[in-house]
């Protein structure tokens, strides 16, 4: 099936430190979303962008709709130990369906 | 409120069995999906319900799969006979129709096939 790339694949960080990931693909999507999973949890939804160019906040997380509609980043200040996890990207593909990028998994050293 | 809730939340078996999966989704939530997750094939749909009717089967596998919406609060997804490449981990996820992408995910339930 289809998916999107993120990068970097993964990251080990020192607490404290800002995080910065991408999510690109070949296609256009009209929404794009970013989870979180926990290690033996579902994802949780940190994040939704609905318009190019859009760049939204939750907290400590920043999150921007890339212009060509083909990617998005999404940023992290100042991380702390509980932002361990795996970040995915999510693009919005026709009506309904969720097209899930390969994950970032993020290591933060206290 | 209670999220998604799937069972059981780990399961093993053996090659040739049958496994059935379930799913609670969370209440006034009419689309209802299934996910597989793996290491080399990360998260993909494998078929999702608006109304418990199945609305796009394209992501299941093989006809050994299948999964059933009897009722609003409730589907299962069925393996028949099951292989050790069935191993993964299988999700659910519910949220409201029509109303945009935002998609809450139960805690997963890992299946194990020796």
């Known amino acids: 099936g289809q998916q999107l790339n993120q990068s970097p694949q993964s990251m080990f960080i020192q607490e404290g430190e800002d995080v910065s990931m991408n999510c690109t693909s070949s296609s256009i999507f009209n929404t794009w979303l970013w989870y979180k999973q926990d290690p033996g949890e579902g994802p949780v939804l940190l994040i939704a962008l609905y318009k190019a160019g859009e760049l939204t906040s939750n907290g400590r997380l920043t999150a921007q709709f890339g212009i060509t509609r083909k990617d998005s980043f999404l940023n992290i200040s100042a991380s702390i130990p509980s932002d361990v996890g795996i970040y995915f990207c999510?693009?919005?593909?026709?009506?309904?369906?969720?097209?899930f990028g390969t994950g970032t998994r993020l290591l933060v050293s206290p | 409120d209670a999220g998604v809730i799937q069972s059981p939340r780990h399961e093993v078996t053996e090659m040739g069995q049958e496994v059935t999966l379930r799913c609670k989704p969370i209440?006034?939530?009419?689309?209802l999906f299934w996910y597989r997750q793996t290491m080399m094939r990360g998260l993909e749909l494998l078929i999702y319900f608006n109304n418990n009717v199945p609305i796009d089967d394209s992501g299941m596998p093989e006809d050994r799969f299948s999964a059933k919406m009897p009722n609003a609060s409730f589907s299962t997804l069925k393996i028949q006979p099951s292989e050790p490449r069935d191993s993964a981990v299988y999700f659910c996820a519910s949220k409201p129709l029509g109303q945009g992408f935002r998609q809450f995910f139960g805690p997963g339930t890992r299946l194990t096939v020796l």
């Open positions: 999510a693009g919005a593909a026709g009506f309904q369906k969720l097209v």
């Open positions: 209440s006034g939530h009419n689309s």
